[in-house]
C-alpha cells in the first residue's frame, strides 16, 4: 500500500558536498527531524572517519545503530527507516550519500527471504563466493564487482530463490515509489569537490583519526576497519600495521574518496527525480520551504 505521507524530503549528494548541513538546517526550518541514509554513519565509534555531523540542531535518527563488528545491510536499514518514516510526528528529511539506502526506504523494494539475518555465505572468502556465483547466476558475475562480497551475496540468496540480481538490477528503474516524497542533491564541481574532499581528510587527521581507529583497533574491531568500504579505516590500520607510511595513507584516502565521489554522482544522476541545486545556492532551497510555512 502506498503511504500518504507528503512531508518527507531527501537531500542527497556524494560526500562532501555540505548536504548533511543542508538538511540539518531544512529540518530545523520546517520543525522537523533527519533520517540518516549513510551506510558507515550507522556505526558506533566511527566518527571521525565517516565525517559524522555533530552539530545538531535537531533530532538526527540512522547513526550510531550498531557496533562496528555487527553485520548490516540495507534490507535492516530498510526495517529501521520505515519504522522511522511510519511512526514520525512532523517533517522528515532524508540525508545521505547512500543512494542504496535511500531507494530501500522510499521506494518499493523487496528484499530477499532471510537478508536481514546472517547469511549462510557469510563465512565463505571472495574467490569461493564469486566460483559459487559463477555456478548459480553467471549473469549477474557481469554487473557485480568480485571484491564487493555483499553483493555477492545477495546475488547468491536471491538465486536460492530462483531470482537473477542481474535481472532485478535491468528492472530497478521501474520500481514503484512508496512514499510522496520530494528529491534534492546536493552538487559541487568535480574539481572543487575533490578539493573539499583533500581538505576534508587532512581536518580528520588533526582531528584524530589515527587515535580513533587505534581505539576501535583495540575494542577488536579490526575486521570491521579492514572491509572493502571502510575508506579512512583500512588505509590508516596499514600504516599502523606499518605497511605504509601515513602520507601513504593519507593519499590513498583522498584518491579512494575521490573515486567514491564519482561513483555516488554517477548513482544519483540516473535518478530522474532529483532536483540538483547548487551548494552556493542553497538559500533558494530554504527560500522555497519558508514560503511554504506561511
Known amino acids: ?12 549528494g ?13 529540518a530545523y526550518m520546517i520543525g522537523g527531524e533527519v533520517l540518516s541514509a549513510d551506510s558507515m554513519q550507522i556505526y558506533k565509534g566511527m566518527d571521525i572517519g565517516t565525517g559524522k555531523f555533530l552539530d545538531h540542531k535537531v533530532k538526527h535518527w540512522g547513526i550510531d545503530i550498531v557496533d562496528p563488528n555487527v553485520e548490516y545491510s540495507a534490507a535492516l536499514y530498510q526495517e529501521y527507516a520505515r519504522d522511522v518514516l511510519d511512526n514520525a510526528k512532523c517533517p522528515i528529511v532524508i540525508c545521505g550519500g547512500t543512494g542504496f539506502y535511500i531507494r530501500a526506504a522510499i521506494d518499493d523494494y523487496n528484499f530477499p527471504k532471510g537478508e536481514q539475518t546472517k547469511s549462510k555465505y557469510t563465512n565463505m572468502d571472495k574467490d569461493e563466493l564469486w566460483e559459487l556465483l559463477k555456478d548459480k547466476d553467471e549473469s549477474s558475475t557481469h554487473v557485480i564487482h568480485k571484491n564487493n562480497t555483499v553483493r555477492v551475496i545477495r546475488a547468491l ?6 531470482l537473477s540480481y542481474a535481472d532485478q538490477l535491468e528492472n530497478y ?6 512514499y510522496p516524497t520530494e528529491f534534492y542533491g546536493i552538487k559541487v564541481d568535480r574539481d572543487t569537490l575533490n578539493e573539499r574532499i583533500d581538505v576534508r581528510v587532512d581536518k580528520m587527521l588533526k582531528e584524530g583519526l589515527v587515535d580513533e581507529v587505534k581505539g576501535l583497533l583495540d575494542s577488536g574491531y579490526r575486521d570491521a576497519l579492514t572491509a572493502a568500504s571502510a575508506i579512512g579505516y583500512k588505509e590508516i590500520v596499514e600504516y599502523l600495521d606499518n605497511k605504509i607510511s601515513l602520507d601513504e595513507a593519507i593519499s590513498k584516502i583522498k584518491v579512494a574518496t575521490h573515486r567514491y565521489a564519482k561513483r555516488q554522482r554517477t548513482w544519483f544522476n540516473k535518478d530522474k527525480r532529483i532536483n540538483w541545486i547548487d551548494y552556493d545556492k542553497v538559500q533558494s532551497l530554504y527560500r522555497k520551504f519558508d514560503t511554504h510555512q506561511q
Not at 4 to 11: A, K
Not at 173 to 178: F, H, P, R
Open 173 to 178: 528503474k521501474n520500481i514503484k515509489q512508496l
Open 1 to 12: 500500500m502506498v503511504s500518504n505521507r507528503s512531508d518527507i524530503i531527501v537531500i542527497c
Open 14 to 26: 556524494p560526500t562532501a558536498t555540505g548536504k548533511s548541513e543542508v538538511a540539518n538546517e531544512l
Open 157 to 162: 540468496e536471491m538465486a536460492d530463490q530462483g
